[in-house]
């Protein structure tokens, strides 16, 4: 009986030993899954970002046809909810980027039929290319927490999508506006009169001598907000900007309720 009695408690201790292992195993493997699966990328200049894209649409994803031309380049068809920006389309081309990076940027974008989300891509060589890091965003319209969020993302969209001839046109980098933490203070506690007031789009007139020739609001967010960031930018110090040949330099203040980060950005997020 005493060599049965040990004989179990082995048996117990080995199972408990394999339960540990089998715990670890799925706990390497889900982390590894997970770290394959998401991408963290790192973007803080949407209306720059929103110049340089020369496609961008809400979709609904049809078919995925992996390593299609190259290795790791996918083949992705959808049906088009809304273009903002550029011709329609049905497919684009996702360039997955594989291995390791310093910004995390290098991870695959995994898609499935009947996956919504919201595209930014680029024309190259008469393809419509992206890459998983190119501010693509799904939507999670099951999601509640996401319900705000898709609503101020596409309602920015769809606002700055009358603006595009004049966003092509103008200037909307400058390194003035690499820090804008001064924003919160200087605009003070938003009361949003209007729902639908997701950004403000203001346009900078710039002398030849880099001085502001006049500050002008092409796209109101409401009276109160328009005047403190006229008088803002109107005061601020500005260093030199790399201007198109109208001088006119672009700054969008977006205002994003859903974040539980900085609510407010001046043209950069």
């Not at 493997?29 to 929103?50: E, K, M, P, R, W």
């Not at 203040?253 to 950005?265: D, N």
Request: proline fraction near 2%.
């Amino acid at each position: 009986m005493v060599f049965i009695d040990i004989m179990m408690k082995m048996e117990i201790l080995s199972q408990r030993k394999y339960n540990r292992l089998l715990t670890l195993l799925l706990l390497i493997l889900t982390g590894v899954i997970s770290q394959a699966q998401s991408c963290v990328c790192y973007q803080n200049h949407f209306l720059n970002d929103y110049k340089e894209a020369d496609f961008i649409a809400q979709v609904t994803v049809t078919s995925v046809d992996s390593d299609y031309r190259v290795e790791n380049e996918d083949l992705i068809e959808f049906d088009t909810a809304i273009v903002f920006k550029g011709l329609d389309s049905k497919s684009l081309f996702i360039r997955q980027e594989v291995g390791n990076s310093s910004d995390n940027s290098k991870c695959r974008l995994f898609l499935k039929p009947g996956d919504e989300l919201i595209v930014f891509a680029q024309l190259i060589n008469g393809a419509i290319i992206t890459t998983p890091c190119h501010r693509n965003s799904f939507i999670y319209k099951d999601d509640p927490k996401f319900l705000l969020e898709n609503k101020n993302l596409i309602g920015t969209l769809n606002t700055l999508s009358l603006f595009n001839e004049q966003i092509e046109e103008s200037s909307t980098n400058c390194s003035s506006l690499a820090n804008d933490t001064d924003v919160i203070d200087k605009v003070g506690k938003l009361d949003l009169a209007e729902a639908n007031a997701y950004f403000g789009l203001y346009n900078i007139k710039f002398t030849e001598d880099n001085s502001i020739s006049y500050v002008g609001v092409v796209s109101p967010f409401n009276k109160d907000v328009d005047k403190k960031i006229r008088i803002m930018l109107i005061k601020r110090e500005w260093e030199e900007c790399a201007l198109n040949e109208n001088r006119e330099l672009l700054v969008a203040y977006f205002y994003h309720p859903a974040s539980t980060y900085r609510k407010e950005y001046l043209s950069t997020f």
